[in-house]
Structure formats: structure tokens, C-alpha cells
């Protein structure tokens, strides 16, 4: 079809105006709008898209800069509160769990005898401890760890089961600390070491097993042994569960013995040290070493004879004393029954004394020496002097009598001695002054100058300076009683000095027991010389060991089981009625026997006393002479001392009427 044969369009004319309804035509008047008709092409096309807007932001912008500043603010204020407000008070708590310190325990000091044999030393050793809240149900999954583990250590440990599980479980449940047993030994804590090593390693094998014992610790400490267990226990005392003395030279001697604790100051992470940071540390002081003047060998033998006596006698206790007379040294002290310092809950609540030091007791006829001395000082009689001695003598308020009956004997002042007579003693010390009450004060300036009513000078704590009434206050009785041992009292140590005194020319040398100490430099420091008091006259001291031989020698004597063969002997037996602690009144007796060798050069002193014997004799020459001659022999060996060889001087006991 060619264009000219194409239909032509048909072209829309121009569109009329609307017409008002009525047929008439509305012509707009002056100011109004004109009427928009519609366009027939706009009506075609599509509608234009909406157009979204955005809001303002800045008011979001002012929201985030605000919380930025107060933000910042409270890291600013908390910043200067932790630089200059609090600065000291935190870098304190920072130090306090940074930096931890531990008490480095001084290394105590050894007790030795004379000759340097230890006799209390320190060994190595660990508390065994636990942090509690690794027991917890938390830490361990199981409900039951501390009863577990209790039942594992118990045994080990030699405590209660119960005990443990308590401090396992303790009722502060944020308690990270639990002594569980103090001063055990390497080996104990080596067993815990391997059982927790075993319950380790079977943990990580086996998902189901529980290493109850991971909380359990160690810290190093020391531990106080006695190697020769009860050898001298009286004298040594023991160490408390503080590690303070808690009697004996362990207590006496505490401050020198103990030393100085040291301090250590080192920063911790995860409960260890950390190397590369310094420590702070002071140093420990170990404590001095203390050399004692007892000789080992001679205690054991003194322990030994009063232990097997006391046994026999089936006695309360007893004691043996043995001193150097010449130094005034104690070479033993012995105690029966005695303890293990080693092991206290074993021990009986009563042995844990030195009775020789602490038990006062009416010596008897022992003491009679004294006034013999004060007889012999004032000139008021000579060995040789006539003593008549009845049956019986009135006196006061009593009417005195001896051991045992007799017809009237007729004794030199060294028989009254010999054969232990009160009333022989009686006469003898009346003859002191003019009258009794003269008689009484020269007797008691006598006692006192011996050393009774006043402590021996060994400083050791619980020691008893006995009893002794000033003259005046004596009565009716004790005026005759006291010349022979009944009515005042005394301590072991006391009475030994006495015979001492004598032996060594009639001069008190105040007892020791002390020789020195040598400090951490190694350096010996002796103990001060004892004190020495002129008692009586050497001629005085002579004729009373002459006297004391007649005791022992003549077959008269009371005291003929001390003899020992190839020495002289001078000795004393004492029987005396015993005050009983339980009732204040007497009961029972205080069997002793005291004296010294050789007689002629006296070198050792020996007094052994035994309270209560209840088999077989009491006496004291009975039972207490054979346990001096044991004793006796073994120092005169131990030390050497020769037998003299001179003959005695055999004073005679009786005279013809």
C-alpha cells in the first residue's frame, strides 16, 4: 500500500469548554483561577516516583557526643581517684597480692653434754597443710573429697580421721589454709608426696578417678629430737608445739637456744615465685649451742641403777644427784619415772619434773652432817666427845626415841653419827649455847650458810628452795626435830651440795649446770664462775669425812652397802617420815644416802633418795646405799680417779662406861 493509500489519522479538534448545566456559558470573573482541563496525553503517561526525604541528624549527633562525655568524664574522675586520690591505699593492696612474705624459722640450737655428745638436736621437717577450698565439690565433682582424702592422710598422718575431714571442710567457707599436722618427718611427707603422684597420674588414665589429695601442702620447719630418748629428760625439758622451751634447759635457756626468725619477701604468681623480680630477705639467726657439765655415760648409769631401785621398791619416785665437788659441776641428774621428750602424749602428766629440783621433802638423818658441823664449828664437842645416849629422852612436849630400841649406849659424837642417833643429835646440838633458844639461832645461821631456804643457784624454772623457818618460829617440837632432819624440808639438789660443801674443804661452790654456750660465730662462751662460801673450817670438814667413813666402814654403821672396794668411803643414810601431798600428813618414808669419794681426796659427790618404797626395805642404807655404790663406781671409773690407798682413820663409835 503506498502512502498515499494509508488512512489518514483522524487529528482531535480543539477541546470546548464545559459548559455550565442551563445551556448558558459561565465566563470567569476577574481573579480566579482558570480552569485546567484535562490533557488527554498527561492522563497516558506513568506516575512519578515518591521521593524520600531524610531526617536532620543533628540532634542524634548530640546524643552520642553527650554519653561520649560523661563516658569519659567517669574514666577521668576514676582515674585521678586511682593516681592521687587512693594512689598509697592501692599500690599497697597491689603489693599485698603481688608480694607475699614468709617467716624463715631459725635453726635451734644443739643441748650437748660435756664432752659435745648431743643430747637435743633439730632435724629437718614439714607441717603438712591443705587449702580447703580444693576439697570443694566445685573443685573435685564428687561430694565426698574431704572424707576421702582424710581417710587416705589419717593413717599417714597418726591423727584422727574425723579430725581431718573437719579441717578439710572447715565452717569458713572461704578458708585457704588448714594445719593438718605439725613437725612430720621427710619420710611422711615423701609417702604423701608419692600417694598424691600415684593418684595423679591414674587421674589422667582413667577420667573417673579423682586426685583427692591435690590440695595438700607442705611447709619446711624443724623439728626438735632427743636422740638418747629418756637419758636426761628432767634436765632438758622439751620443745611445745610452738616451738618454745617448755621446760627444763629447753625453757631456761629459750631466748639463747631459739635464735632469731628470719623474713623473706618475694613476688608470687600462681603460688610461685618469680624469679626475675627481686626479693627482700633478712637473714635467720640460728640459736646458740649449750654445753651442759653432765657427763652422758654418768647420767645413763645414774638413770639406770634409780630406775631399777624405784622399780623394786615399788616407790612414788626417786632421784640420783652426782656433782663434781671440787667445781660444783653436775655430772648427772637423774629422774625415775621419767618421760620421752621425743613423745609427749605418752608420757604421765607427773613425770614431766625434775623431782630432784622440785619436790621438798624432810631429808632426815642425812641433814644430821649439818649439825654435826655446827657441833665440831663451835668447838661445843669433839669426834672423840662422850655422848650417853638413852632409850627414850623427854624434850617439850614429846618424848623422843631412835630407830629401834636399845639399852642405854654409851657413843663417841662420831658413833651418834654412826649409828644415826636422834637422840644422841638431840644432846649433842643442845650443847650449841646456853640455852635452847641460843642453841636454835647458831644451829639455823648453820643450815642457811649450808644453802637450805634458799634456791641451789641453777636457775632452773620450777625449782623449790625447800622450807626453813626463821628460830623464832619454831615449835616446841621442831627445836629437837630439826638437829635430825624432821621439821624443815629441802630439795635433792640441796642436800647434795651439803655433802659437797664437806668434801671439798668446808666451801660451798654453788652447784652448775651450765659450762657455756657457743654462739652462730662459733665462738665458746664459758657460763660465769660460781659463787663459793667458807662454810666451816677445813679441820671441821676433815674430822666430819672421817667421821662420814665410820658410817660406811665400821660394822656399826648404818651405811655398810656402799662399800666400794680399794676406795674410802664417807657416806650418810637418812630415813625419814614422809609428809604425803595427797593429805598433809605423813605417811610412808624418804629413804636416802648421800656422801662422797675417795674420802681422804674427795673428788664426786652422790645422793640418790626414793619416796614412798612400799617392797620390801625401807631404809635408807637398804635401798639407796647399793644404788650410791653402783652409781659411785662407775664415776670413779669414767673419770679416773685412782683409789688413794691410805688407810682411814677408824674413829672409834663406842667408849667404855
Not at 1 to 7: A, H, K
Not at 166 to 184: D, G, M, V
Not at 424 to 433: D, V
Not at 499 to 516: D, K, Q
Amino acid at each position: 500500500m503506498s502512502d498515499r493509500e494509508q488512512p489518514r489519522r483522524r487529528v482531535p479538534g480543539p477541546a470546548r469548554p464545559d459548559r455550565p448545566r442551563g445551556g448558558s456559558q459561565r465566563r470567569p470573573g476577574p481573579g480566579a483561577r482558570p480552569v485546567r482541563r484535562p490533557n488527554p496525553a498527561a492522563a497516558r503517561r506513568p506516575p512519578a516516583p515518591r521521593v524520600i526525604r531524610l531526617g536532620s541528624p543533628r540532634p542524634r549527633l548530640r546524643m552520642v557526643s553527650l554519653a561520649l562525655t560523661l563516658v569519659l568524664i567517669a574514666f577521668v574522675v576514676r582515674l585521678l581517684q586511682v593516681q592521687a586520690v587512693d594512689a598509697d591505699t592501692l599500690a599497697a593492696k597491689a603489693g599485698e597480692n603481688r608480694y607475699v612474705g614468709r617467716t624463715l624459722s631459725a635453726e635451734r640450737g644443739e643441748i650437748t653434754d660435756r664432752n659435745g655428745i648431743a643430747l637435743a638436736t633439730s632435724e629437718d621437717a614439714y607441717d603438712i597443710t591443705a587449702d580447703p577450698t580444693l576439697f570443694t565439690r566445685e573443685q573435685l565433682k564428687i561430694d565426698d573429697g574431704p572424707e576421702q582424702a582424710a581417710a587416705l592422710l589419717a593413717p599417714i598422718l597418726g591423727v584422727d580421721q574425723d579430725g581431718l575431714v573437719k579441717k578439710l571442710r572447715p565452717e569458713n567457707k572461704e578458708s585457704r589454709y588448714a594445719l593438718l599436722a605439725r613437725r612430720q618427718t621427710p619420710q611422711v611427707w615423701q609417702q604423701i608426696k608419692d600417694l598424691k603422684t600415684a593418684l595423679a597420674t591414674k587421674a589422667e588414665s582413667d577420667k573417673g578417678t579423682v586426685n583427692v589429695l591435690a590440695g595438700v601442702l607442705a611447709e619446711p620447719t624443724s623439728k626438735r629430737v632427743y636422740p638418747n630418748s629418756e637419758l636426761a629428760a628432767g634436765i632438758l625439758g622439751w620443745v611445745n608445739a610452738d616451738g618454745k622451751g617448755g621446760g627444763g634447759v629447753e625453757r631456761q635457756l629459750n631466748s639463747e637456744l631459739a635464735g632469731k626468725d628470719g623474713k623473706i619477701r618475694y613476688a608470687q604468681s600462681g603460688g610461685r615465685q618469680v624469679p626475675t623480680v627481686a626479693s627482700t630477705e633478712t637473714p635467720a639467726v640460728p640459736g646458740s649451742d649449750v654445753e651442759l657439765t653432765i657427763d652422758r655415760d654418768i647420767q645413763w648409769a645414774a638413770q639406770n641403777a634409780i630406775t631399777e631401785q624405784v622399780r623394786e621398791s615399788e616407790a612414788d619416785r626417786g632421784y640420783v644427784i652426782v656433782q663434781d665437788n671440787q667445781t660444783g659441776e653436775i655430772l648427772a641428774m637423774a629422774n625415775s619415772p621419767g618421760f620421752d621428750p621425743n613423745d609427749l602424749s605418752q608420757a604421765e602428766p607427773d613425770a614431766l619434773h625434775n623431782w630432784a629440783l622440785e619436790d621438798a621433802y624432810e631429808p632426815g638423818s642425812t641433814a644430821k652432817v649439818m649439825s654435826m658441823a655446827a657441833v665440831l664449828e663451835e668447838n661445843a664437842a669433839t669426834p672423840l666427845t662422850h655422848v650417853v645416849v638413852p632409850n627414850r629422852l623427854h624434850r617439850g612436849d614429846r618424848l623422843f626415841r631412835d630407830d629401834i630400841d636399845h639399852e642405854t649406849w654409851y657413843l663417841t659424837l662420831n658413833g651418834v653419827l654412826a649409828k644415826s642417833s636422834n637422840i644422841g643429835t638431840i644432846l649433842a646440838t643442845g650443847q650449841l649455847g646456853e640455852t635452847q633458844a641460843e642453841s636454835n639461832e647458831i644451829l639455823y645461821s648453820y643450815l642457811r650458810k649450808f644453802g637450805l631456804g634458799s634456791y641451789s643457784g641453777l636457775g632452773v624454772p620450777g625449782e623449790t628452795k625447800g622450807i626453813l623457818a626463821p628460830p623464832d618460829q619454831w615449835s616446841t617440837s621442831q627445836q629437837y626435830t630439826i638437829p635430825f632432819g624432821q621439821g624443815m624440808s629441802l630439795n635433792a639438789m640441796q642436800a647434795a651440795s651439803v655433802y659437797s660443801t664437806i668434801a671439798n674443804g668446808g666451801v660451798r661452790v654453788e652447784p652448775s649446770l651450765i659450762r657455756g654456750t657457743t654462739g652462730p660465730d662459733g665462738r665458746f662462751t664459758p657460763a660465769a664462775k660460781p659463787k663459793k662460801t667458807k662454810v666451816v673450817s677445813e679441820k671441821t670438814a676433815k674430822s666430819l669425812s672421817q667421821m662420814l667413813e665410820s658410817v660406811v666402814d665400821d660394822r656399826e654403821g648404818t651405811g655398810t652397802k656402799a662399800r666400794i672396794p680399794g676406795y674410802r668411803v664417807a657416806g650418810k643414810t637418812g630415813t625419814a617420815n614422809r609428809v604425803d601431798p595427797a593429805t598433809g600428813k605423813y605417811h610412808g618414808y624418804t629413804s636416802s644416802f648421800a656422801g662422797f669419794a675417795p674420802a681422804d681426796n674427795p673428788r664426786v659427790t652422790v645422793y640418790c633418795a626414793i619416796q614412798n618404797a612400799t617392797a620390801g626395805s625401807y631404809f635408807g642404807g637398804q635401798i639407796c646405799g647399793p644404788v650410791y655404790k653402783e652409781v659411785m663406781e662407775f664415776a670413779l671409773k669414767t673419770l679416773q680417779v685412782p683409789p688413794t690407798g691410805a688407810k682411814p682413820a677408824n674413829l672409834p663409835v663406842t667408849y667404855g662406861p
